[in-house]
């Protein structure tokens, strides 16, 4: 069997980043999370634009890996297809979890989002 034009998939690692203040305990950043996710599921249609902050964020992470590249980390491109209004939920390739993480972590504070790692409920 050839794998030529076939599409592997590898399995994923999902981040979620909001405009918003961060809830001051775990339990309610959890909660503010499961609701947030909710009301994107209720508005799959929703064609608001994303927050620019957002946008901002998703270009930082471009520059350091760029859509398009061999091995990059991205699931789906464009990176910022799945932002609605306040929300952007992104996946990474698993392989580039830890990395992605780490550094979006670091730009999320820097563009005052919030960055929420569902793995880690």
């Given at each position: 069997m050839s794998?030529?034009?076939?599409?592997?998939?590898?399995m994923s690692y999902d981040l979620v980043v909001w405009a918003g203040e961060r809830p001051a305990d775990g339990d309610a950043l959890e909660e503010l999370?499961?609701?947030?996710?909710?009301l994107q599921e209720d508005n799959d249609d929703d064609e608001t634009p994303p927050n620019p902050?957002?946008?901002e964020f998703a270009n930082a992470l471009l520059a350091r890996w760029p859509e398009?590249?061999?091995?990059?980390?991205?699931v789906v491109e464009p990176l910022i297809a799945d932002a609605v209004?306040?929300?952007?939920p992104f996946g990474v390739q698993f392989e580039?979890?830890?990395e992605v993480a780490e550094y979006a972590a670091v730009l999320a504070e820097k563009h005052g989002?919030?960055?929420f790692d569902p793995q880690n409920m």
């Open positions: 794998l030529v034009g076939v599409r592997i998939w590898r999370y499961e609701e947030l996710m909710e902050r957002l946008v398009a590249s061999a091995g990059g980390p991205w209004g306040d929300l952007f580039y979890a830890g989002l919030v960055l």
